[in-house]
């Protein structure tokens, strides 16, 4: 039995973890195939119905991430096959990244940061700067890492706003924050953060008419899925001072390329989709990949199922 992981794992550390299971480890190779391969761990290359048909023996297709859009669940779910992610393990990472991006626009950390190594020394170079108190936060999306950010930014004084008809609004108020429909949300709040899932619903769910609607100068924050923005209507809200300011943890296309490079705007902050990344989340993630196959070798259930499977 083998197991094809993205080398974005630490493929030596999962070997370990599985010694004794009787599966080996190969790197995640493409195309995906094999008549031995029981569990294929892809980060973000797509596992749909015509991969899953080169797999006549996979029982696992998991993502070693919160989000899944990249896994078929549909087509596993037809085939008997357990789909996986891992929905909880950077939780506190994720929620503390988002924070760090939000008050690096509210305070115009970066902005300033910039104008100085540019040979500039002013206070004005941000553009008008918040006060935290003042501030009212919208978060769409009431999860687990919306909660968690809404925790945080009451704790640092925020007025926090949320909107989520999944979570609905006694878990919203439970969480410290004022329930609100996204409309209201949007605009309402001096600030917006995004936590959902990239789902058919919600592809493109902030573009140019929801920008509209934000306070003028207002912030957005996205560390969930960049397909969530249309990213050229950002740019242009930045570009005509709409928009205060946005940090990206994630684009639409990761890594940028040639023809879909890294956006360029006035008051934006881009990092590398690395707000899950710490140590310790790293080594949580390792172990809990390692479960997952483990189980499924040995005809048990894997956590973190989306989908029922068969057994050995």
């Known amino acids: ?9 630490d493929l030596d550390r999962v070997r370990a973890l599985l010694d004794g299971a009787g599966v080996a480890v190969d790197a995640l190779r493409d195309p995906l195939e094999g008549d031995d391969v029981i569990a294929v761990v892809t980060w973000g290359t797509p596992v749909a119905e015509a991969e899953l ?3 006549p023996g996979v029982r696992l297709v998991m993502t070693p991430s919160v989000g899944f859009d990249h896994l078929d669940v549909g087509a596993a779910r037809r085939r008997g096959v357990w789909a996986c992610h891992v929905p909880d393990y950077c939780v506190e990472e994720m929620a503390d990244s988002t924070i760090a991006l939000l008050l690096a626009l509210v305070r115009g950390v970066v902005a300033l940061d910039r104008d100085v190594r540019a040979g500039g020394w002013s206070a004005d170079a941000a553009g008008p700067l918040r006060r935290v108190s003042a501030t009212r936060l919208g978060v769409v999306g009431a999860g687990r890492i919306g909660r968690a950010v809404i925790a945080r930014a009451r704790a640092l004084g925020f007025e926090v706003w949320a909107s989520d008809p999944l979570a609905g609004d006694a878990a919203i108020a439970d969480a410290g924050a004022r329930p ?3 409309d209201e949300l ?5 600030a917006v953060t995004l936590h959902v899932p990239l789902t058919g619903a919600t592809a493109g769910l902030i573009g140019a008419a929801q920008l509209a609607r934000m306070p003028r100068g207002a912030y957005l924050v996205n560390t969930a899925r960049g397909a969530l923005v249309d990213l050229d209507a950002l740019v242009r809200a930045l570009e005509d001072g709409r928009l205060g300011g946005a940090a990206l943890d994630v684009l639409p296309v990761e890594p940028p390329t040639a023809d879909h490079p890294a956006p360029r705007a006035r008051n934006l902050i881009v990092t590398p989709h690395a707000a899950y990344a710490s140590a310790e989340a790293e080594d949580e993630l390792v172990r809990r990949v390692a479960d997952a196959i483990r189980a499924v ?6 956590a973190g199922a989306l989908t029922p499977g068969r057994g050995a």
């Open 180 to 182: 609100a429909a996204l």
């Open 53 to 55: 048909e080169r797999l």
């Open 297 to 302: 070798a040995a005809g048990d259930a894997p």
């Open 186 to 190: 949007l605009g309402a709040c001096h």
């Open 1 to 9: 039995m083998k197991a094809l992981i993205d080398p974005v794992l």
